[in-house]
């Protein structure tokens, strides 16, 4: 099992390419290059991000494309998504799968078939999920998962504002220092116990975590708690979140966490120029995904010189 | 608003049909007729639920295509379930799409795109959505939705055994009794603020609830305490729970739920018999339908006297 653990091979990749950053891709149709062949959305998008996966495959491990952006392009964009994820994979990225669904029994394995079962690289390397359901929820797609060497990462706790509704139920007070019992530390705790028979070269298992990087204190708490977890860490950048708040989601080893970026890395060129075509705005992806490697990488290193 | 109001038209379809019931469709590959015209899948899915579709139609208000199933058979399978929406229609029936997406921000707005915005009849009647990011991913349905007179089902109590894993956070303790400040009716609590600004004829807003038939205490707590909520109700037939568990889902006028059945109707015939072709399957899940309709008329109707 280990030899072909998923997060084994993502931990390959990151050591590989010197960087735990995802790129998330999240064709967000106002965002999108200028289309100077008038071929219509779709099209636009499709070869956009053929070139920023062209641009950027030697310098991450990992890219994440948001179902969501291509469910909004109606049937063909749902089709696109998987051709995406085949081009990644062809370029040797691991591939996160972002849908975070959550179903049960025989519907939840229909999701698990269709997104971690193909055989024709159109799987992705692990889905998102939501723990809403509980572990009726999660065990299908560990199923499917631990015969192809495919896993998951877990909503814990998300970056957004409004997520403390929800996610704090239960915690005696507000603030990290009296989080004890709420539902965010709970679905940690879940999340070692159902990973615990599968873990790979490193100790970690197949079933991560995601945790925002907009609540560091949180972050850095779980990190503590969840010892056999990956984390993929949304938030940074746009939402708020710095390189020293990510830094405190990595585990001794500067391991076990990959930060994604989405905007910020494949939409670079908005901030930057006006002008050029698709090609150029390619580059200033590739160019934004060394930067946050780097400061990503500067801020692991610091910590761990402080400790 | 109201004159569009997403739950004032399935209301009015259950006062026409006289039913309460939602078909749910799942099409499972090991549960379809068989395939006599050797096929497929794919088309034997689609012919079946045509014909299911038009033997239905008239007895039942609402259909329930769970979107996992047509993922299951790949991006073919996706483009299916929106031609089966859009044949739902077309017969005058309420459609949920039961896609349990749950994501913020522009994310939640692609699938809100997708799922509720179009306006070619593929767009369904509702959607069901995961409550774990919080308001932040609600909002970008409901504005999309209040747009085009269309609402939201957002899991609460769910039928599954797990579910009580998550959803009893920050309850006192075990049991109905104790369950002040568990998660689902902190859930429930926020579904009666989310709808307010949204109510229809009947004070129903368009925030809907998902609330299994596995959980009948729970079901009528959730019922006294949310008046202003529809409750989708799973968990009937199948997976334990009864008319009578289902009938404490309904307001004192016998209305506010819907009953889901999936494959108890759909797939009556493997319970019945082992031959015959697709037609002879659909008219069995007619009679279930209607069989269905009336042990939960009875039920409701019983309470009634009851009270």
């Not at 990151?14 to 200028?34: F, Y």
């Not at 062209?54 to 310098?59: C, L």
């Not at 495919?150 to 814990?156: E, H």
Request: aromatic share 6%; charged share 25%.
């Amino acid at each position: 099992m280990a030899a072909n653990h998923p997060f084994d091979r993502l931990d390959e990749l990151c050591r590989k390419t010197r960087s735990a950053v995802c790129v998330g891709l999240d064709p967000h149709d106002a965002l999108m290059p200028p289309d100077t062949r008038g071929r219509g959305l779709l099209l636009q998008v499709r070869d956009y991000l053929h070139d920023v996966l062209d641009a950027i495959a030697d310098v991450v491990p990992c890219v994440k494309p948001q179902i969501a952006f291509f469910e909004a392009l109606g049937p063909d964009g749902y089709t696109l998504y998987f051709e995406i994820v085949r081009a990644a994979h062809r370029r040797g990225l691991f591939v996160v799968g972002d849908i975070k669904r959550g179903d049960i029994g025989t519907t939840a394995a229909g999701y698990a078939k269709g997104h971690l079962g193909p055989d024709d690289g159109s799987a992705v390397d692990a889905v998102t999920l939501n723990p809403y359901l509980g572990v009726d929820g999660i065990k299908p797609f560990l199923e499917v998962g631990r015969a192809k060497g495919r896993g998951v990462f877990v909503l814990a706790r998300t970056s957004n504002p409004s997520g403390k509704e929800i996610q704090d139920v239960g915690a005696a007070g507000a603030g990290v220092e009296q989080s004890e019992g709420a539902l965010y530390r709970r679905v940690g705790a879940l999340l070692e116990q159902w990973g615990a028979a599968c873990r790979g070269a490193r100790g970690y298992s197949d079933v991560g975590a995601v945790v925002g990087a907009t609540h560091p204190d949180e972050g850095a708490l779980l990190r503590r708690e969840l010892p056999h977890t990956w984390f993929l860490v949304p938030g940074y950048g746009a939402q708020g979140g710095t390189a020293a708040d990510v830094a405190r989601t990595f585990d001794a080893q500067g391991g076990g966490a990959i930060v994604n970026s989405s905007r910020a890395i494949v939409f670079a060129w908005k901030e930057q120029e006006k002008s050029g075509g698709a090609a150029r705005c390619a580059e200033l992806a590739r160019a934004a995904a060394i930067a946050t490697t780097e400061a990503i990488r500067a801020a692991v290193a610091a910590r761990k010189v402080a400790k």
